[in-house]
């Protein structure tokens, strides 16, 4: 059901719409394949499925909205979770870690999160219960979604229109670039795990 190239044949542009607005915004997003269905479109759209120029601004505007609804929820509803301090999940001193941390580093991550599967889902919620300014979320929102929507699926066309009868070579192309959207995630996972042994 997630397979990134029969998504694209079927569903078409408004589908591609949903899943990138879901995946940007709603918790139960971050399962979506949000950088490989960006990379299929673009290689569909060099085959003349669908304007590259009209499925980037779409889809620019799918993953703008969904952060927007991702930080509401956080500022409306995520901060009472974490202040009732009943959970190790759902703690307040998170919530004060979380608003230094975005304080100091809040629109680089924004824009970053974009490009790494899970994080991007959940950095608005997060910025939203972190009580980020909301005008800086929303510049640095837009910036990111203009950056990843276009990059991926360029990146996509200019594939597509480079290789002949690219559908044959389309899935391992796909498992390829997964890899590599876990890359960063993969690396600071294991820069933490060699560090945090040294400190000890």
Not at 97 to 105: I, T, W
């Amino acid at each position: 059901m997630l397979d990134p190239i029969t998504l694209v044949k079927t569903i078409g542009l408004l589908g591609i719409f949903i899943l990138i607005f879901t995946e940007s915004g709603l918790f139960f997003g971050f399962f979506l394949p949000g950088d490989t269905l960006l990379f299929a479109a673009g290689i569909f759209a060099s085959q003349g499925y669908f304007p590259v120029g009209v499925l980037i601004g779409i889809c620019a505007l799918a993953a703008i909205l969904g952060d927007n609804v991702g930080y509401w929820t956080g500022n409306t509803m995520g901060r009472r979770l974490f202040e009732r301090n009943s959970s190790y999940f759902f703690n307040k001193n998170r919530v004060y870690d979380a608003e230094r941390f975005y304080k100091k580093h809040g629109s680089i991550t924004i824009i970053a999160a974009r490009f790494i599967p899970v994080i991007r889902t959940f950095a608005p919620i997060v910025a939203g219960v972190a009580k980020m300014r909301y005008k800086t979320f929303f510049l640095y929102n837009v910036i990111g979604g203009i950056l990843w929507v276009a990059l991926v699926t360029l990146m996509g066309y200019y594939l597509g229109s480079l290789i002949p009868d690219p559908d044959r070579l389309l899935f391992p192309v796909l498992i390829f670039v997964l890899l590599i959207s876990f890359l960063p995630a993969g690396m600071h996972l294991v820069g933490q795990y060699i560090f945090g042994r040294k400190s000890k």
